[in-house]
Nanobody, 124 residues
């Protein structure tokens, strides 16, 4: 049974930083491209960032480029999202997801497995 468990969310002031983690089990982690998505209240879920199986290529949404960094530690089955210079508009539930193919993906439909999410709240 595949499980993705996010952690590291919380309440932070604008300009602050947080690091999210996503620990995977039930799959061969380095076989899966991974991604981070977020959903704010009243809005649709959107891609934040994604990374290839090896970590050699990454994608960032324009809204987070230069502020967020995605990375992965395959021996630890863990995906990370380092978030800096946080803004109130970054407030959302953040989800990690695993895709089943080879490549770099940014569409929700490309992802097969999803975590339950971790809440990030940025106060102004």
């Amino acid at each position: 049974q595949v499980q993705l468990v996010e952690s590291g969310g919380g309440l932070v002031q604008a300009g602050g930083s947080l690091r999210l983690s996503c620990t995977a089990s039930g799959l061969t982690f380095d076989d899966y491209p991974m991604g981070w998505f977020r959903q704010a209240p009243g809005k649709e879920r959107e891609v934040v960032s994604s990374i290839t199986r090896s970590g050699g290529a990454t994608y960032y949404a324009d809204s987070v480029k230069g502020r967020f960094t995605i990375s992965r530690e395959n021996p630890k089955n863990t995906l990370y999202l380092q978030m800096s210079s946080l803004k109130p508009e970054d407030t959302a539930m953040y989800y990690c997801a695993a895709a089943k193919d080879y490549g770099l993906f940014y569409k929700q439909s490309d992802y097969t497995y999803w975590g339950q999410g971790t809440q990030v709240t940025v106060s102004s």
